[in-house]
């Protein structure tokens, strides 16, 4: 790689990136008059009930709103014509914020500046595809931005600039995924124009968050209530959490603790009351807002005048 220049002024960047949380960052680079050479982004596809193809977050925003150039190859790591593109480029840097593809050497060692990562935590705990949800999941106090230049291994890079952001005891994925994407759209601007030195990644405390799928959602009520309620606020509105319930299953968008009453003589998942508290594996969970397949989401109030789950229901 070429040694990184320094200092500010307007630079030549490839961005890669695809959801919602690279936006802000796209946004910044384009409206501090950096030259995005080319936006990177995952290929359209199928989604919704009719499996129309879809274009992510940044692939909309970089076309419609910003009139940049996209690309959006489906693998990267064997295809040399891709590599000669990117290097065809000529690039001061490159940005990458929640790409969702490994980048090969070819591509790392091809920007003066190399391969810059915006990545939402506070390195080295939880590298990975889901660091927002495992922060709030593990009842983290804090969690931050690190941005780092990037190197072959899973968010190992050393660091340019590591900013925390503190966890409060009720706070929800999307409150920090808002609030951490624009501090990483801050931060990043920060970074390319004072270059500062790189430091190692320290080994210790190295955890990783791995990429979640829907069955991660399920509530297993043998847990305690404290850390299903984490989960209920770190899974929304992905993964999502919920129960099965005679062969229906029911989300789960809003819970707390609540007292735990006779839930310690209960089998965990059993209801309660008629205010849908649940016993778990230690204390109980209540249930605020759910929704059925097909309905929309309601207060537990409206949803039990319509679904019944009486006093010693026993949920899955």
């Known amino acids: 790689m070429t040694a990184p220049t320094t200092g500010g002024g307007r630079l030549r960047l490839a961005f890669m990136g695809s959801p919602d949380f690279a936006v802000p960052a796209l946004r910044a680079l384009h409206r501090a008059g950096h030259e995005i050479a080319a936006v990177y982004c995952q290929p359209p596809r199928p989604a919704g009930r009719g499996q129309r193809e879809t274009r992510c977050p940044v692939h909309r925003v970089a076309e419609e709103e910003l009139g940049l150039p996209v690309r959006t190859p489906a693998k990267l790591r064997r295809d040399a014509e891709e590599h000669a593109r990117f290097a065809a480029l000529d690039l001061d840097a490159a940005v990458v914020v929640a790409y969702g593809l490994l980048l090969p050497p070819p591509m790392l060692d091809a920007p003066r500046r190399g391969c810059v990562n915006i990545h939402a935590s506070l390195l080295p705990r939880w590298r990975g595809a889901a660091p927002i949800h495992a922060a709030v999941l593990a009842g983290d106090a804090e969690t931050g931005i690190t941005i780092m230049r990037m190197d072959e291994g899973l968010d190992t890079g050393p660091m340019l600039l590591a900013r925390a952001v503190p966890i409060g005891p009720r706070a929800t994925l999307p409150e920090l995924h808002d609030a951490l994407a624009d501090l990483g759209a801050r931060m990043v601007l ?123 229901t026993v949920l899955g």
């Open 190 to 312: 920060e970074a390319l124009a004072a270059d500062p030195p790189a430091r190692p990644q320290p080994e210790e405390g190295a955890t990783v968050a791995p990429k979640l799928s829907k069955a991660d959602g399920k509530l297993d009520w043998a847990r305690d209530a404290a850390f299903l309620d984490r989960q209920v606020r770190a899974f929304e509105p992905w993964p999502g959490t919920f129960f099965e319930h005679e062969g229906a299953t029911i989300r789960v968008l809003e819970a707390e603790p609540a007292p735990a009453g006779g839930s310690s003589e209960a089998a965990p998942g059993t209801v309660l009351d008629d205010m849908a508290t649940v016993a778990c594996g230690v204390g109980a969970l209540r249930l605020l807002r759910l929704q059925r397949p097909g309905r929309a989401p309601m207060a537990a109030g409206e949803f039990l005048r319509g679904y019944a789950l009486p006093a010693g």
